[in-house]
């Protein structure tokens, strides 16, 4: 567009000299004006030879040796009359020339030329500057400066990832104070990678490095560079650190960088003519262009460090990768306390409980549980938010909202209490399970009832007989349908998908398998999203045999969970007739059950509830008190 609009510019100032050298040509050559008068007297001499009539203009040449100043002399005049002239040079020996009147027409067209063309350059240069002020808008409207009255974030609003921010510090003492390292000869990396699953604060991390160190803060997309249009976004990358370098020392974060930075080898395009390609190229090269006395750092954040360009991770480029993970229990808990001091809380609320609660949850997460709670303690008009809000909005953001208004038939509610009632036997009976939390068959979302367990502590590494043990628990609610029913139900699809994913992962990814031996079967090519992984190559018969494997697996599993509730029929009967009374019992009302169901006797003297005729509303009356 640039080039488009200098050459029209050329053009038109090329026109605009030759029409003006043209024009004083004209005026210079132009043939001497006569009045009326004067051709009168002399047509009335018989001086005249030749006329040429233009309209009304003529011009009039006359013999040679007349009286004109010299011989032919010719000149021009403008006749009132045309018609009535012609007809009276008819009997006179002069020679009549007619000529059709271009003149107005062509000085029309070159007038209505010029402004055409005045108007193109006009609007393509307002274009120009219109186009070089938003290259400076780009830029200037990502600016954060440390005082410009926007708010500082620091490391005291960023909590559960210690060992990332204490990584990160010697780059805000770097921007701080950079002759400190160039004195001993040590460079800073020009660029940080912040790599881990959404929600994680990796975007937080690197404003707090910014207001830590008190400079301009550069924050970007990595979308914001990708354009239709070929070069816009590599033109955008160079105006960046252009600009960036004016304001140093500063940092560049380029946010979901995976955006423009993916490896050009799995591309959509095999050459590097693609504007994707060309920003990355004018990227790289960038990052090349400045050197540590710059005092620039690039920050970038990613959920996909497996699908950038190599060039782009190579030391000189983002020399270093920080990792951030979700927090655990004690992160989380004071990710909780730096939220709940933004709402209104109960005094009794138990912060560590609430981090019990949540575990594998990011800070996004827990921003939203707080949000959450606080929003559920306003529509029960409470005047402060209490555990019970806490738990309503966990379940709430895990399984979706409740479904009060839905129906269902006295026999799908049995069904689905006998379901939840076999998980809850099998968690409660096997060795290493987590402990039970709660049991429901309220529907809320997809599920129509859960049985929940929160681990005592973050579970980093699991056993094979965790494993095992949890395979078990998903198989309990089928199970227990078969043995009180005697038939199946729908009701435990998504049991039997989670138990077939951990077998899976336990016979091809983690190695648990005697006979398949420690051998890895399956790869992940998600990154942090998680969601996608794929088989390695193999013969028939090894894929064969991995079937075989996971279907053992899984039976066995399935057989020792009809054991159990085999076992404890009394007690899944019980349960699951209390389950369709209340909906919903805790741990502790779940104990109160097991405890008068397994023994002979009842904490009560009074009642024997294993042989009492009221059964389950005796056992039901304990636990309302």
């Not at 010299?70 to 009535?84: D, Q």
């Not at 009997?91 to 029309?108: A, G, M, P, T």
């Not at 709660?438 to 007989?465: C, E, N, V």
């Amino acid at each position: 567009m640039a080039i488009l609009t200098r050459n029209l510019f050329i053009l038109f100032l090329i026109t605009l000299f030759f029409g003006s050298g043209y024009l004083v040509w004209t005026i210079e050559n132009r043939l001497p004006e006569r009045s009326y008068s004067e051709f009168r007297y002399c047509l009335k001499n018989h001086d005249i030879s030749n006329m040429t009539f233009t309209g009304n203009r003529v011009v009039i040449s006359h013999r040679a040796g007349e009286t004109s100043t010299s011989p032919g002399f010719t000149y021009k005049t403008t006749v009132p009359n045309p018609e009535e002239l012609i007809a009276e040079l008819k009997d006179k020996d002069i020679r009549i020339v007619f000529n059709k009147d271009r003149s107005e027409f062509i000085l029309q067209a070159l007038g209505l030329f010029y402004i055409i063309l005045l108007i193109i350059v006009i609007v393509l240069s307002l274009n120009r500057i219109k186009k070089e002020e938003e290259k400076s808008r780009f830029t200037t409207d990502k600016l954060v400066r440390p005082n410009d009255g926007h708010k500082i974030v620091t490391f005291k609003d960023v909590a559960g990832i210690p060992e990332a921010l204490e990584e990160l510090l010697e780059i805000i003492e770097f921007l701080r104070n950079p002759d400190q390292f160039s004195q001993v000869g040590a460079t800073i990396p020009k660029g940080v990678l912040l790599q881990g699953p959404p929600g994680t604060g990796k975007t937080l991390v690197a404003r707090a490095i910014a207001g830590e160190a008190g400079v301009p803060f550069y924050s970007f997309s990595g979308s914001d560079f990708v354009e239709m249009f070929v070069g816009v976004g590599a033109s955008r990358v160079r105006d960046l650190f252009k600009e960036a370098k004016k304001n140093a020392p500063c940092i560049v974060f380029i946010d979901e960088i995976d955006a423009v930075g993916g490896s050009r080898s799995s591309g959509s395009s095999a050459s590097g003519s693609d504007e994707r390609s060309q920003t990355l190229n004018a990227l790289l090269v960038e990052m090349d262009g400045f050197t540590s006395t710059d005092n620039i750092i690039v920050l970038a954040a990613t959920n996909r460090p497996d699908i950038l360009d190599s060039a782009l991770r190579r030391p000189g480029r983002f020399d270093r990768q920080v990792t951030i993970l979700p927090p655990d229990i004690v992160g989380r808990q004071k990710i909780l306390q730096i939220h709940a001091a933004k709402i209104k809380t109960s005094p009794d609320l138990d912060l560590s409980q609430i981090a019990q609660m949540c575990p594998g949850f990011t800070g996004a997460d827990l921003a939203n549980l707080v949000n959450e709670a606080a929003l559920m303690a306003a529509r029960s008009g409470k005047s402060a938010v209490d555990c019970t809000d806490f738990e309503l909005a966990r379940d709430r953001i895990l399984m979706g909202v409740e479904h009060k208004g839905m129906i269902m038939t006295e026999k799908d509610r049995s069904i689905l209490a006998y379901h939840e009632a076999g998980h809850a036997i099998i968690a409660k009976t096997l060795p290493e399970a987590d402990p039970l939390h709660k049991i429901t068959i309220i529907p809320r979302g997809s599920a129509l009832g859960q049985t929940q367990q929160l681990p005592l502590f973050d579970r980093h590494a699991y056993s094979y007989i965790y494993l095992k043990n949890r395979i078990t628990i998903l198989m309990g609610g089928r199970a227990a349908e078969d043995i009180a029913l005697n038939q199946r139900s729908t009701g435990a699809q998504g049991d039997i998908l989670q138990a077939t994913e951990i077998a899976t992962n336990m016979i091809c990814k983690w190695g648990m398998s005697e006979d398949m031996g420690p051998q890895a079967f399956i790869v992940d090519d998600s990154g942090f999203l998680g969601g996608s992984s794929q088989r390695l190559p193999m013969a028939d018969k090894t894929a064969r045999d991995i079937d075989s494997e996971i279907k053992t697996l899984l039976a066995t599993c399935y057989e020792n969970a009809a054991t159990i509730i085999s076992q404890k029929f009394y007690l899944l009967k019980n349960l699951a007739g209390i389950l369709v009374q209340v909906e919903t019992l805790d741990n502790e009302e779940f104990d109160i059950i097991v405890a008068c169901s397994d023994t002979n006797k009842c904490n009560s003297e009074e009642c024997d509830c294993y042989t009492c005729p009221a059964g389950q509303s005796c056992i039901l009356s304990k636990i309302k008190k």
